[in-house]
């Protein structure tokens, strides 16, 4: 089992900039890729960025260029920095991690943490 606690959300107006960060415990050492999803109000949670154990990055299309994701092991965190925020980037995000037993691939969720960006 994996826990993750997210924080650093809230409000910003457009072309500001927010850090998320995301400390995970448990099971730490099963974690292959860790990440941040997001929701927004009537749309399907879509992926945001993703980072591997060998700190590989991985982004959507419509953070490139503003967004940064990072892993801390020795903090145990996944942070985001999220930079020139548009309105479009308003969501619930949640904080993601994956791991690998046995050929299985378990996936645990934070509880999501709220990003309003003003117009």
Not at 1 to 8: D, I, K, T, Y
Not at 35 to 41: F, N, T
Not at 45 to 72: C, W
């Amino acid at each position: 089992q994996v826990q993750l606690v997210e924080s650093g959300g809230g409000l910003v107006q457009a072309g500001g900039s927010l850090r998320l960060s995301c400390a995970a415990s448990g099971s730490i050492f099963a974690i292959t890729t860790m990440g941040w999803y997001r929701q927004a109000p009537g749309k399907q949670r879509e992926l945001v960025a993703t980072i591997t154990r060998g700190f590989s990055p991985n982004y959507a299309d419509s953070v490139k260029g503003r967004f940064t994701i990072s892993r801390d092991y020795a903090k145990n965190l996944v942070n985001l920095e999220m930079n020139s925020l548009k309105p479009e980037d308003t969501a619930v995000y949640y904080c993601n991690a994956a791991t690998l037993v046995a050929a299985t691939r378990y996936d645990y969720w934070g509880q999501g943490t709220q990003v309003t960006v003003s117009s």
